[in-house]
């Protein structure tokens, strides 16, 4: 009777002994799953905050339709009026336009205006990137159109009121045409350069 009793009580502590092995397994097998997954979700976390501003990049934060920007001088009066069907902004890239065009002004009167197909903003709002086929026309103070220029791909600068291409150009006046390749215009100045293979055809009156 007595060897019997310290059979089962043998069998019970190594039944209990088992039981506590395998519950020990257990729970290491557990933490080290736990250890596992949150490292696989730290990693991830690193990457998704690593790539985020770079696809921030391309996401638009607003959109504004029928959109207007003005520019005053010193004394108040209306120095430019820049304008687009839509324009769409991005927080670290160049602002987009769907066909932009802006006036200067002189004397509260229009003086030139750019019109494009599509355009982008500089970040200061000051360089503006005037793409795909662009018209620059001329006018009096009695409003009286005096040449219009046709070409693509201007660079404008805004508070210099200073354009640029480099590509093929054409002048249209009431005297006759004038072809180039590459163009400054100089708006306060009013003075327009050719930069290479200018030709030209004139009508006197």
């Known amino acids: 009777m007595d060897y019997s009793t310290g059979s089962i009580w043998y069998y019970k502590s190594r039944l209990t002994q ?13 933490l080290t799953t736990f250890a596992l997954v949150t490292t696989w979700l ?10 985020s501003p770079q696809m921030s990049d391309h996401i638009p934060d607003y959109t504004l339709h029928h959109f207007q920007s003005v520019q005053m001088n010193e004394q108040g009066y209306l120095r430019s009026r820049l304008m687009a069907e839509k324009m769409v902004h991005y927080l670290q890239a ?5 066909t932009p ?3 200067f002004y002189k004397h509260q009167q229009p003086i030139w205006e750019i019109q494009a ?7 200061d709002d000051n360089e503006i990137w005037l793409l795909g086929q662009t018209h620059l026309r001329r006018y009096t103070l009695n409003q009286f159109k005096e040449l219009e ?12 009121q200073y354009a640029e291409t480099a ?10 045409k004038t072809h180039s390749v590459g163009m400054r215009v100089f708006i306060p100045q009013e003075k327009i350069e050719l930069l290479s293979q200018v030709q030209g055809n004139y009508v006197l009156h």
């Open 167 to 176: 590509l093929a150009t054409q002048i249209i006046s009431p005297y006759g």
């Open 101 to 103: 065009a802006i006036v």
């Open 94 to 98: 160049k602002t987009e336009l769907t």
């Open 18 to 30: 088992v039981i506590s092995i395998l519950y020990q397994s257990w729970v290491w097998i557990l």
């Open 42 to 51: 730290v990693q991830n976390l690193e990457k998704d905050w690593s790539t």
């Open 117 to 123: 197909e599509r355009g982008e903003i500089s970040n």
């Open 149 to 160: 220029i046709i070409t693509r791909d201007v660079r404008l600068q805004r508070d210099t």
